[in-house]
């Protein structure tokens, strides 16, 4: 980086460079740091950050280091400028290396830096971007393998949306790479709502992120500044006071007025900040001063060809050139052939000295050489570059034109945040200009999706034109797409006003269409409504795209909320009119959904299967990558509800690797990883699933389904026993937005129900169940409501005889079975979760049978799924023993023992071991076998241990009792009773009261306590 300072010394921040130095060495043992640089206008951020890439890569160890800008207003809606900057940089200081490590990645890199040939021909793809910023990520994790890279980002108050939201995402996904990002920025920029804020602090709490803000310097530090500017040992005392008074410590003043002091101007200054600031431009000659007002106006950089061509003589442009940057104000940057001011702040001087008549004739200079000679500026900045000069020329005829064009080129770098920009500036010009503007001036219509361009009437047909609803609809679909859908739903409220549904429908019904798929994104419930009337507009119209793609989302919609067979119909007409009309990808997405509707609602899930697997073997040939993978992960997620799941595993992991390799992990790999894991768990590898669940940091998003992973670990948290850990993650997945929707709420209230109910808070695992099971059920969902319903049936069995939890039983377990027929049963896993719901209905009532559990194990086997299958075999063990078959029970609960134990199911394995002792049963091997079986079992609670006072305690404690209840029963005081009940939480290694007494009733430690039966 080159040297741009007045002062040949470096002074002070020592606390900083170590600070950054650390990062660094943290960097390249293999730990991605980032560091966010802040400070004042002129406090020395651009200097400390020299100085630390100097000694960086001074002091070798394989250190690269690169840097790139952030653009001024001059180039506003330039998307990715810093990084495309800081490649090139690279690609200059590496050559072949930074080709090899892009390879297989050109394409979409090649929208960052044309260098590396023709961007993919992918401008519409809505995951094109997800695409880029993978690639950029894997680029930078490639190149940081064998050395440490150091990427520097300046002046980030300037940046635009793109690079935020690329920089972002390279700081959450950059794991394991030997990589240090650095970034400065002005502080005193950032007013309330700037939108650097919310990033900084979203940054900011990352563990992987620190900010550090540089102070301005005191006496002691100018005085040294002032020592190196002046060449002098000792300076003036004095001189130093006054020049630290006037500066306020401001390094960058600090400069400007010693240099004045050396010009002898000591006395001239004025307290104004312009005035000092344009002290040495007006100390140059009036052609130099020229030639500075003109450069301010082109940019933060810009080019020497093109100033070259604003100013007729190139001589007397050069000597201007010379003596600017001979003052140091300008000075050569060392990205291509072009200048930039030394200091923005003396940019921002000169510019804001300018006349507003002389501002906008600079502009227009610059836009009419640029047009004549659009070679003389790069092909990636020369939309953005044009549109901007032309609207600050205050030229609305060619600044409406030109913003429509960039609008299209940022789109085609789908960077959607800058298009969505460019739009906005081009629908405020739209009434400035005149009709014959409107008329023979602008690009036709762009793109949006399915929208249907031509509004015009009969007798002025003319299908180029393009109209102002046209371009509305374009940033409707860059606000969506941008995440700005917000803005997406005022934008499309304001087409819906010219309009007119009665005349054109479809376009009505477009825009309404995508009113409901933003209220869908932001969880609001007008996406039906919405979703209706777009249907109502297009009911009797003739197929089309749009008719099509309405019904798919009408269909798709009902799917997540109340699937009835009008769905199924709905789904069915959109594929076929998809298919005639030839929108493929809308087409397949109707049928994916369809295939989800068929088996929700029918009887026959091989049919639902084949439509969702024929819909995959579509979008493969369609080279479709995210629509492929909705299709992938739709089909996993239903073979694993119907319990197949060695098959879900085999989609699962397809679908990584899908997304892996289109750069689409970030959208769609929290889905794909929760259905894995899933799965995994399901077939007892809960190692495997855990490790999924650990490596899907790098995949997830904030706010994508992250609920879904969250639940998963909850479920394993409680399977190994950590109590606190699984109502941790329960609370993390609770605190999603998306908990309304049934598929993810019901699960996450199975959790619930499960914690409850071990903790011994059995009224508060009641209350779970009851949120679900009072509210309607939509069809379809036997998959998550089977076992919730037969862990809710288990908590009120397990709970039989406790006092508290007696009034109300009847009519939850009378509610558990009304719910439970409203279900069909559509696989065998499905048969066998419905068997083992009757009989723990039948435990819950104590008229429970041996023949009732063994016919829910041999419903289950089929499946094969040691979870379920672990649990009926236990409860048949018990039904066994209890009914005198001993060596029947002993034999299930080996079975039950080795697939707990397989699935790391500690809690299940505990109450297996539990029951066994109890009941004396030797499980190590078949009774006779050398292993004696005694002939009674042990009184309750010997098998923890419990003394006969201590069991007399836990007795009354699983009857609800105080303590000074216990202490007035047995005769003793509160304090010996408090002192039992601490030694029985203890010996049965429980949290609480109330989870020791659960225990004590699931176990059925006392028998003689629960409530008779007519067994």
């Not at 225990?999 to 059925?1004: E, I």
Request: with cysteine; net charge negative; hydrophobic share 45%.
């Amino acid at each position: 980086m080159q040297q741009i300072s007045v002062s040949p010394v470096f002074v002070g921040r020592g606390t900083e460079i170590t600070e950054l130095t650390d990062a660094l060495k943290r960097a390249g043992s293999g730990s991605p740091q980032t560091v966010l640089v802040g400070g004042e206008a002129g406090v020395g951020k651009t200097r400390l950050l020299e100085e630390f890439l100097a000694r960086a890569a001074a002091d070798g160890g394989g250190v690269v280091t690169t840097v790139g800008g952030c653009l001024e207003v001059g180039a506003e809606g330039l998307p990715y400028a810093p990084l495309s900057s800081a490649l090139r940089r690279l690609h200059r200081g590496l050559g072949t290396e930074l080709e090899v490590a892009a390879a297989g990645m050109e394409g979409h890199l090649a929208r960052l830096l044309p260098d590396f040939g023709e961007a993919d021909g992918e401008p519409n793809d809505e995951y094109g971007r997800a695409r880029l910023f993978e690639h950029t990520a894997r680029l930078f994790e490639r190149l940081g393998t064998d050395r440490t890279l150091v990427l520097a980002v300046e002046d980030l108050h300037w940046s635009d949306r793109s690079t935020r939201e690329l920089l972002a995402y390279l700081v959450r996904t950059l794991h394991r790479a030997r990589v240090l990002l650095v970034a400065t920025y002005r502080t005193d920029d950032l007013h309330r709502r700037h939108p650097l804020r919310p990033f900084l602090a979203e940054l900011e709490r990352l563990r992987t992120v620190q900010r550090m803000e540089l102070e301005r310097f005191g006496p002691g530090e100018v005085a040294a500044q002032l020592a190196g500017i002046l060449g002098t040992a000792d300076p003036d005392r004095q001189l130093v006071d006054r020049i630290h008074r006037r500066s306020e410590g401001n390094p960058f003043f600090v400069e400007e007025l010693a240099t004045a002091f050396q010009d002898g101007c000591s006395a001239g200054l004025t307290d104004s900040l312009r005035d000092i600031l344009l002290v040495r431009v007006e100390a140059l000659d009036e052609e130099t001063q020229r030639v500075l007002r003109i450069a301010a106006e082109g940019g933060s950089y810009v080019e020497h060809a093109l100033l070259a061509a604003v100013l007729d003589d190139e001589e007397e442009l050069i000597e201007s050139l010379r003596a600017a940057v001979g003052a140091n104000i300008l000075r050569p940057d060392t990205d291509g052939d072009g200048y930039r001011f030394r200091h923005a702040l003396v940019r921002e001087a000169v510019s804001d000295d300018l006349l507003p008549g002389e501002r906008h004739r600079i502009n227009r200079r610059f836009a009419t050489a640029l047009e004549a000679q659009p070679h003389l500026v790069g092909s990636d900045v020369r939309p953005a570059r044009l549109a901007n000069y032309w609207y600050h020329a205050h030229d609305p005829a060619r600044a409406l034109p030109s913003a429509l064009d960039a609008a299209r080129a940022a789109r085609r770098r789908n960077a959607f945040a800058e298009q969505l920009r460019m739009l906005e500036r081009a629908l405020e010009l739209w009434d400035q200009v005149s009709e014959e503007v409107l008329a023979h001036t602008l690009r036709p219509y762009d793109w949006a999706e399915t929208y249907p361009p031509c509004s015009c009437d009969v007798v002025t047909h003319d299908p180029e034109r393009l109209q102002l609803v046209d371009v509305l609809a374009e940033a409707v679909v860059a606000a969506r797409r941008s995440g700005d859908r917000e803005r997406g739903l005022s934008l499309s409220r304001r087409a819906l006003k010219l309009v007119d549904e009665t005349k054109d429908p479809a376009r009505a019904a477009w825009f309404r269409m995508n009113r409901a798929r933003m209220f869908g994104h932001l969880n609001r419930s007008k996406d039906q409504d919405e979703a209706a009337y777009a249907r109502r507009l297009v009911e009797q119209l003739p197929p089309s795209a749009v008719q099509a793609e309405v019904f798919a989302l009408s269909a798709g919609i009902a799917m997540l909320n109340s699937p009835t067979g009008e769905s199924v119909e709905l789904a069915e007409r959109a594929a076929a009119i998809a298919r005639e009309v030839g929108a493929h990808a809308v087409e397949q997405h109707a049928r994916m959904t369809l295939g989800t509707l068929r088996n929700d609602l029918g009887n026959d899930p091989e049919a639902a299967v084949a439509e969702l697997s024929a819909a995959v073997a579509a979008t493969r040939e369609l080279g479709v990558p995210d629509l492929m993978l909705r299709g992938l992960n739709n089909l996993a997620s239903l073979l694993q509800s119907l319990g197949r799941a060695e098959e879900a595993v085999v989609l699962a992991r397809e679908g990584l690797e899908t997304a892996d390799g289109n750069g689409l992990l970030r959208n769609i790999g929290t889905l794909l990883v929760g259905n894995l894991a899933e799965a995994l768990m399901d077939l007892g590898r809960t190692e495997e699933a855990a490790e999924a669940l650990a490596g899907a940091e790098r995949t997830q998003q904030p706010g994508s389904h992250a609920e879904f992973l969250d639940r998963l670990r909850g479920e394993l948290a409680l399977m190994s026993g950590d109590l606190p850990s699984a109502a941790g993650m329960l609370a993390q997945a609770r605190a999603s937005d998306r908990v309304c929707q049934f598929q993810h709420s019901v699960p996450i209230s199975r959790l619930a129900v499960l914690i409850a109910a071990r903790s011994g808070r059995l009224l508060e695992a009641r209350a779970e169940l009851l949120a679900v099971i009072d509210n309607p059920i939509p069809a379809g969902n036997e998959a998550a409501l089977y076992p919730l319903l037969v862990d809710g049936a288990a908590a009120e069995a397990d709970s039989r005889g406790l006092p508290e939890a007696g009034p109300g039983r009847a009519e939850v377990l009378a509610k558990i079975a009304a719910v439970a027929a409203l279900l069909t049963p559509k696989a065998s896993l499905h048969h066998g979760w419905a068997r083992l719901l009757e009989a723990e209905l039948a435990r819950a009532e104590d008229r429970d049978t041996p023949a009732q559990w063994t016919a829910a194990v041999e419903a289950l086997r089929p499946a094969g799924l040691p979870g379920p299958l672990a649990a009926a075999l236990l409860r048949a063990g018990e039904a066994e023993v209890l009914a005198g078959h001993r060596e029947a029970g002993a034999e299930l609960l080996r079975e039950a023992r080795k697939l707990a134990g397989a699935r790391s199911d500690t809690a299940l394995l505990a109450e297996v071991t539990a029951l066994a002792e109890r009941a004396g049963l030797a499980l190590s091997g078949r009774a006779g076998a050398g292993a004696p079986v005694p002939a009674a079992p042990p009184s309750g609670g010997d098998s923890f241990g419990l003394t006969p006072r201590e069991r007399d305690v836990l007795r009354l404690l699983a009857r609800g009792r105080t303590n000074r209840q216990i202490a007035e029963e047995l005769y003793i005081s509160p304090k010996t009773a408090s002192v039992h009940v601490s030694n029985i939480l203890g010996k049965l290694a429980v949290a609480g009261r109330g989870e020791a007494g659960a225990l004590a009733h699931r176990l059925r430690l006392f028998p003689e306590d629960l409530a008779p039966a007519g067994r």
